[in-house]
């Protein structure tokens, strides 16, 4: 008989969660610097604009944030969808973010250095 155990514990969810606020705090502030902790430097991101796709560097994100500013009415409901010692995805629901526009993130992390960094951002834009 194999061994009963969990290898999760709340903590480590909570890390993992303490890993995305920045990404949110940074959301909220439109601070980019906040942002760029977050993220893994080599950090890739896609999904669709309307009609355009967004593909490439997680720079794209950078971008968007200082054209768009701060997102001081954001709401978000963040969920560890699952994880490992190592591995982590997590999705995000998001609100009225700085251009006033609805999104569902999925975020894949790896833990690098005993830090949890995301590597992808992959995300849906909803119509209004």
């Known amino acids: 008989m194999s ?7 709340v903590h480590d969810y909570e890390e993992v969660l303490a890993a995305m606020e920045g990404y949110v705090h940074g959301l909220k502030t439109g601070n980019v ?3 760029k902790k977050t993220f893994h430097q080599n950090a890739i991101m ?27 009415n954001i709401k978000t409901n963040l969920t560890v969808l699952h ?3 190592t591995t982590a995805v997590v999705r995000i629901e998001m609100e009225h973010d700085a251009a006033d526009e609805d999104f569902t993130d999925y975020h894949s ?8 960094k995301v590597v992808a951002k992959l ?6």
Do not use: M
Request: charged fraction near 20%; avoid cysteine; glycine fraction near 10%.
């Open 46 to 72: 896609y999904g669709h604009l309307g009609d355009d796709l967004s593909q490439g560097s997680i720079n794209n994100l950078y971008t968007y944030v200082e054209k768009f500013g701060a997102a001081p």
């Open 109 to 116: 992390l790896l833990k690098i250095n005993g830090e949890w």
């Open 123 to 128: 995300f849906h834009l909803y119509h209004k």
């Open 33 to 35: 610097e906040k942002l």
């Open 83 to 85: 994880k490992t010692p």
């Open 3 to 9: 061994a009963n155990q969990n290898i999760n514990t």
